[in-house]
């Protein structure tokens, strides 16, 4: 299949460009040119996972990976379990959190580290992402080790959990990471800027592994039709899914799942205080607010790059509008919500919490609820022993790095530095 920019419709390229080089001329997201419906859901729905992921992507990465290739991604990558959850009769969690980082970027990264294995060629390609948190870990992760493959992180400083900063901060080899003075939204602009400049897109073969890599998508796609693998069949035409969004990355992954035929009846876009797009669905205006730190900090986002894709899916007549509504929760009601689950029997964190509330004031009667669990809550260990007065146990992924010494460098929110440092 190939992939429009869209910002620059006339660029059309095949996925392994989209996975190469990430964003397009002009800064733009790389989009499907044509999503068609996959004709039967059930009987996909009822394939083993892997030959189901393997059918899903097949028609996205075209000529660009041979069968034997593709099966070997999914199996590298879909390894990791999607569990659901029941929480109460109506909702239910999608636990997308058993994977080597413990959070749900653990899919993308994976998906696309075994993509670009294929498509490097043996040329030098270096990763230059931004994260609020968990994609630094689950990208870190997903490219140790890998020839050829240099991985720069940027992350902003004393704004994430000691225990995240450890799970990416620690590795070393072919991983480095900078402590950047600002927010995340700065660490974001770095990119771009990096992006922008064509000598140094050249000389270090400058690639994102941010959710602006279509690769990450996809394979996020995947684990939507895997829920419904799951859910009883009576409730899949009424279940309504609540996404804790940032980057509206897993939201956008949600709704082209939705355009492939999956039943999803509609979606509830849930942020934190960092709440532009609910005020954009309710208002129509765009005003991004300065971003304000959260218990929920890897939704400290309050620019997300992946809205035009969401744009373009309405824009072009292919989702409808009414079926996606927005819902902002402060902080306050992020504890009570963390509590209310708690005494359901069920131990969460911000981020789930956040879309768990969603559903608390959206859902209505005769639905069932599906929130998104993008984050073991031992991730957030700090806020999780505090708010619900417990002591969440270290799973062996944590435990592992905590002894490990940070190699991060310090940084200021300064192009010019950064062009340096990655010119070295
Ligand atoms: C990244 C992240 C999010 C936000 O996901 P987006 O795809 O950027 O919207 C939510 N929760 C957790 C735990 C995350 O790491």
Known sequence: ???????????VVDYSTAVRTGLGENQGLFFPKEITPIEDIDSLLQLDKFERNFTILRPFVGENLSDEQLRDVVVNTFGIPVEVKTVNETTSCLELFH????AFKDFGATFMANCLKYFSNGEKITILTATSGDTGAAVAHAFYGIENIEVVILYPK??????QEKMFTTLGGNIRTIAIEGTFDNCQSLVKKSFDDR????????????????????????????AFAHLPQSDSDNTVVSVPSGNFGNLTAGIIAKLLGLPIKRFIATTNANDTVPRYLTTGEWHPKETVATLSNAMDVSEPNNWPRIEYMIESGQFDKVLLTGDAVNESTTQTSMRSLQEQGYVSEPHASVAYQGLVNQLQQGERGLFL??????????????ILDI???????LARCVPKEDLSVDMAFDFEQLKTFLNR
Do not use: W
């Not at 994977?99 to 413990?102: A, D, E, Y």
């Not at 669990?373 to 505090?386: E, I, Y």
């Open 1 to 11: 299949m190939k992939f429009y920019n869209l910002s620059k419709n006339s660029q």
């Open 158 to 163: 004393n704004k994430i959990s000691e225990l």
């Open 373 to 386: 669990g993008t984050a073991h809550p031992a991730k957030f260990k700090d806020s999780v022993d505090k």
């Open 99 to 102: 994977g080597p980082t413990l």
């Open 199 to 226: 000598d140094l897109v050249k000389t270090i073969g400058l690639n994102s592994a941010n959710s602006i890599n279509i690769s990450r998508l996809l394979a996020q796609v995947c684990y939507y039709f895997e």
């Open 391 to 397: 002591d969440v146990p270290l799973p062996k992924e």
